[in-house]
């Protein structure tokens, strides 16, 4: 999947996709083509896409077909140093779908669970990974997602011994990944990897709650608030005092 003035023929790949966004500005540098992936084996308390966990939910699309519609965005992309971010759900349920060649600046947003499954070849062309880490304390990981912290541990590991740029994303939940001990731990190993340009401190919302409800899944968040002013400078502190840049 190549983006360039003449763009090579390459072999289509279906694909389950959840919906695309074509101005997006909040999932890497620029003005983004953004394409959420179908399927996802984290089931995150807070998602804002519930409706993304299961693959076969989405819709079917061709990489070819989704080639021609970037193609047509390609000129204004690269004027406004954008691209093209894959995210999701997680992108890596896909990995020969979304690990096609992409020439114009392409992101990953992923958890990171699934790394071990995809090759440094399907890596090879992502010149950003936006890596989401929920918590750095095991425990409150699984509580979070439903599954363990580790491979996504290996896989920063992974990315940063290839090279890859990360901007390592963690979500602020008051009593849940707000410890200080789980953020001063996560910032000490964000600080280790030396490949990690930024850290995005997104405090928690309840923007996606009436999804939950749509697919009448219970919302265990419904009486978290979002965090203080306070609280997320606090945070941002933490990381800012290991050299980390924090946005």
């Not at 959420?36 to 966990?53: I, K, T, V, W």
């Not at 509580?143 to 580790?150: A, D, K, N, S």
Request: hydrophobic letters at 40%.
């Amino acid at each position: 999947m190549k983006i360039q003035s003449r763009p090579r023929e390459t072999e289509s790949v279906n694909g389950y996709v959840h919906s695309i966004e074509t101005l997006g500005t909040v999932d890497g540098p620029g003005v983004r083509y953004v394409i959420f992936m179908q399927g996802c084996p984290l089931h995150c308390l807070y998602c804002h896409n519930p409706d993304s966990f299961k693959l076969k939910k989405g819709k079917l699309v061709a990489s070819s077909l989704l080639l021609d519609d970037i193609q047509r965005s390609a000129d204004f992309l690269r004027r406004a140093k954008g691209g093209v971010t894959l995210t999701g759900g997680e992108p890596l349920v896909q990995p020969q779908f979304a690990a096609k060649e992409i020439g114009l600046h392409t992101a990953l947003d992923t958890s990171g669970h699934l790394g071990a499954k995809v090759t440094d070849a399907m890596l090879a062309d992502i010149d950003l990974v936006l890596l989401d880490i929920k918590s750095f304390n095991p425990e409150i990981y699984r509580r979070v997602t439903g599954v363990e912290l580790q491979p996504t541990l290996d896989f920063a590991r992974r990315l940063d011994q290839m090279g890859k740029k990360m901007w390592i994303r963690f979500v602020l939940v008051p009593g849940l990944t707000d410890d200080p001990a789980n953020v001063e731990g996560l910032a000490d190993f964000v600080a280790s990897l030396k490949m990690a340009e930024r850290v995005e401190v997104a405090p928690f919302h309840k923007m996606g709650e009436f999804k939950w409800k749509e697919l009448r899944l219970p919302y265990q968040l419904a009486d978290t608030q979002s965090p203080t002013r306070e609280s997320v400078i606090q945070v941002h502190q933490v990381f800012s005092s290991r050299g980390l840049t924090v946005v």
